[in-house]
């Protein structure tokens, strides 16, 4: 698998180093705007897993551009009242962008995103593979 992101995984090293050599991104480099991602694979396929809590409905979007998974959504900060203060601000209101370049190993056609709890998941499916058919050889005289 040669899937690759825009950012670092595994506390500034490298996640799967090795064995698949797998996403690039340094943990300790993720900004407001590029929220954390797990993705997993298995054999039928992969599922990434972006915490972004406090989306309104109508603000993701989840496409696949030129053999790149991406996700956009934006965090609008709330309207506060004139006399409001602030006394402490640590949640981050912004645009959020993460782009991920497939494998080709992945089918365009089984795609499935969901939204729950404030975690996305994004599911892509592999391409089946073809299977090994046995050819019966006709023998002529």
Not at 51 to 74: H, M, R
Not at 98 to 104: D, E, Q, V
Request: hydrophobic share 40%.
């Amino acid at each position: 698998m040669n899937l690759v992101s825009e950012r670092y995984l595994a506390n500034g090293g490298w996640l799967f180093e090795g064995v698949n050599g797998v996403f690039n991104v340094p943990v300790g480099d993720v900004e407001p705007g590029s929220p954390p991602v797990d993705v997993v694979e298995d054999q039928n396929g992969y599922r990434f897993s972006m915490e972004i809590p406090g989306l309104k409905c109508d603000s993701l979007e989840v496409k696949v551009e030129d053999e790149t998974l991406v996700i956009t959504a934006e965090r609008i900060e709330p309207v506060l009242a004139k006399e409001a203060r602030v006394l402490r601000a640590e949640r981050h209101y912004c645009r959020i962008h993460r782009a991920f370049r497939l494998p080709t190993d992945v089918g365009h056609d089984a795609i499935k995103a969901a939204y729950k709890d404030g975690v996305l998941e994004v599911t892509i499916a592999k391409i089946p593979l073809a299977k090994a058919v046995k050819v019966e050889v006709a023998y002529s005289n």
